[in-house]
């Protein structure tokens, strides 16, 4: 038995350095690599993806875990998922989505700063027949085609059940969205820019300083659409923008930095092994959402960090403080872009994406359509009009790089971090307090015990059962969001 | 045949696409990735190492190879060459060399921050040991350990060969030295730091925008020891490093400019084929040496380029003019640091490497003697005393990552320059003017017809008669160093 799973960590070692090597090509691509060396890495992208299914395909590999069918050891359980999902693709597809998804997100890029939705069509023409040929490789097991694509982010979860989840939230939603309008009791306060780019990359540092980043084990970059990459254990990377019309970078580069110190807190025993990487991504998106919202979107954490923002906004931030910034920046409104929504809000925009990306899959919505559809969508559940496509279908990468099926997760862990939040209040004496005062020890060690540390060793519900004494919960999420739609400030 | 070339094209277009993967990790390696990532990509690096010797040696490549072995395309002669060289290295030599080079370059790069020979010796003798058993596959077709460790950077090229050409160069520069250096009438003016760091980077961007540097297709980056990455077809990365105290970045961002302006000239029709690169370090280094010693080492230039230097400088070259100043960075007299050198002393600090790494592979030295043979060296062949390993062993990292056999061709590149330079100065009308100007077209132009747009596809003294009319001759070296012993601001 031992050689046995010793060849098999071998194996997997193998394909965790060549997924580091896919992850830094992807890095790069989108935060230091000049325009004219996309052919070129979309081919080196493409060879490798194709390798390393190989890899993940191996007769040598399907032997060893045959032979150690019986082990309870969390690693063959989950490299027998990974191995038997991966050999039921072909090698073509997974290098044609690589390069699709590698063009899509080039052509999503120059087509969303042009505002040009039909320069970016053919790309998700592509994409969309690609998702199509993925998921009938799962035909035999799965009740509808976005299934597949579903698995894929939240093993184990099908699309009946986002549906089923995502019903009370169409439903009370929209609801306190025109509740905290109505308000008159609580106008928004405004925060006007423009807030400048130098003045937010200093702050941004130094804020990420404060809740735990640090240059011996991650780095930050630019990038058109913020993301998080571990490319190896040690190596945590986080992206930002910083626009000087929206101030959204205190925000995003915490909710990255939530993903990032998830990875980066994994038992560090499962490095080179695939439970080295989140259970999920609703699991994952708990973690960002729960610094996005629950720390840097409430007051105790601006009343200790102030001095790290105000002064580098060339005096934007004058007329604030502490409790009309939370109360500006969380302003339950509807807004355009999902990235800068508020929390109460955010989950429609998720349900707009869920309808879509279902109906373009299903063909009840033409490609060329999506423009006109999301214009209906937002009009219907936000109330609001979409100037152009950049504020519109353009928005977001994900369809772009062939990501179908990654969307529900964001609502579904922003549900979770509120229920995670309300836990880790009753757990963590002072958590406020200790938040104000600069030390997130005690909330970073709350999480890598309860989340963190487990990698994938834990399935994504006994992680949360483990985490929160229960299964996923919408309560503290619609209570945190009832209370949120009247006193933007708490 | 088609067919088989066709086959032939797909095969090595793979290795390449490998190869970019392993640039890009070894430019973030040394540019951007975190202390703690260094274990996870070392592993990497070997793996990708080990499955590229995979594909280079894959019997199928070799049954193309032997239907193909009467095509006079380039393409195969120089595939060939590749596949035979790689099929005699065991893979597991391939990656344990890779692995020890990136574990040699982390600990070199702290050892000769902190002055601590001591740390970085066992990484030495595991890259000595490496490298003579790397040599031993080669036995058979080598006269010495040395010919086959060479010929990996300098194609063809014998030890014997080296110590012939560098006979006249031991012979006649340290008399030039001491010339330089006695000579009263051309005391050499001082340029005085600190040189802000700040003001280095943003002269430094403009310098390299005046040559060819553009953002569609080059990157600028910092590095602890300066070098040039094309990670692929149309991605062409510099870096350099802002030292404080030696204004060096002026005359060493233009050396790698020169490396990266080959490789971004190289005919695009042998993008992702072994005949997409330089063909030979000697050529390549011929390249840098030619705009460092050339273009940026010379007055013309600096005349034309003064006010993108001097406003940055905090007012450090107020008293100087481009004539002084070039008089000043080219100024011959004996220096610790190779990179710092002038173009007259630079030979001897490589004459001094070569002859400690022949006897680090024979044997004569021991790898813990090699200080005090660095310290005896320098005194002997330059007459100055080296003060500690940060100025002496430790300088360079080539040895850290086991790259023995590759100085040589830095002094031959540097004597191919100057021939190249006399040509160029004879077929390009006004050179100087259009220099002057910031025109640097017409030499780029030349360069590019003449060396770079060719590629792998001649071999290297092929290029050399081709461009010069005749073999690589020591004597417009000698002429140049002879000039400019006596007469520095020449």
Redesign the interface.
């Known amino acids: 038995m031992d050689t046995r799973l010793s060849d098999l960590r071998t194996r997997l070692?193998?394909v965790e350095?060549?997924q580091?090597?896919l992850r830094?090509?992807q890095f790069?691509q989108q935060t230091?690599?000049?325009?004219?060396?996309?052919?070129?890495?979309t081919?080196?992208l493409?060879?490798?993806a194709r390798?390393l299914h190989e890899r993940q395909t191996a007769p040598e590999l399907f032997g060893l875990l045959d032979a150690l069918a019986g082990s309870d050891d969390p690693l063959v359980r989950v490299a027998r998922r990974d191995a038997d999902k991966a050999r039921r693709v072909p090698g073509e597809l997974v290098s044609e989505a690589t390069r699709a998804a590698a063009d899509g997100q080039r052509a999503w890029e120059r087509a969303r700063e042009e505002d040009d939705f039909a320069a970016f069509l053919p790309h998700l023409r592509r994409n969309i027949d690609l998702a199509h040929e993925y998921a009938a490789c799962f035909a035999d097991e799965i009740d509808e085609p976005y299934d597949a694509l579903l698995d894929d982010y939240e093993p184990g979860m099908r699309t009946a059940d986002v549906r089923t989840v995502f019903g009370p939230l169409r439903e009370e939603l929209p609801g306190l969205i025109a509740e905290a309008a109505e308000s008159e009791s609580h106008p928004p306060p405004e925060l006007v820019g423009p807030f400048p780019a130098d003045g937010q990359r200093r702050a941004i540092r130094a804020i990420l300083e404060r809740v735990g980043f640090d240059?011996?084990?991650?780095?930050l970059a630019e990038s058109a659409h913020p993301f998080c990459a571990t490319?190896?254990?040690?190596?945590?990377r986080l992206t930002t923008r910083y626009p000087e019309d929206v101030l959204e970078s205190p925000l995003s580069s915490l909710h990255e930095f939530g993903h990032g110190l998830y990875e980066a807190q994994i038992d560090p025993a499962y490095?080179?092994t695939p439970l080295h990487h989140g259970a999920s991504l609703t699991i994952h998106e708990s973690q960002s959402r729960l610094w996005e919202v629950f720390v840097a979107g409430r007051e105790p954490f601006w009343r200790g960090a102030w001095e790290l923002l105000h002064p580098h906004l060339d005096g934007r931030l004058d007329g604030h403080d502490p409790r009309s910034f939370v109360a500006a920046i969380g302003a339950v409104r509807p807004t355009l872009i999902r990235v800068d929504a508020d929390p109460v809000s955010y989950p429609l925009h998720i349900v707009l994406r869920f309808d879509l990306e279902l109906a373009l899959l299903s063909g009840d919505l033409a490609p060329r359509d999506l423009p006109a559809a999301w214009r209906d969508g937002m009009r219907a559940l936000l109330g609001i009009e979409v100037p152009d496509d950049r504020h519109g279908a353009l928005q977001d990468v994900h369809w772009a790089a062939g990501a179908f099926g990654y969307f529900p997760t964001y609502a579904l862990g922003t549900m979770l971090a509120a229920q995670l939040w309300e836990t880790a209040t009753g757990e963590i004496p002072d958590l406020d307090a200790r938040i104000e005062a600069g030390d997130l020890a005690p909330l970073r060690e709350w999480l890598r015990d309860r989340i963190h540390r487990h990698g994938r060793s834990l399935e994504p519900r006994e992680l949360i059962r483990g985490a929160t004494g229960r299964e996923l919960d919408a309560a503290p999420y619609l209570a945190f969001a009832r209370a949120r739609a009247h006193a933007p400030a708490a």
Chains 1, 2 share one sequence.
């Open positions: 070692a193998e350095d060549l580091h090597a830094l090509l790069d230091a690599m000049p325009a004219a060396g996309a052919e070129a890495r081919e080196s493409a060879t490798l390798i240059e011996s084990s991650w780095r490319i190896g254990a040690g190596d945590n490095a080179r």
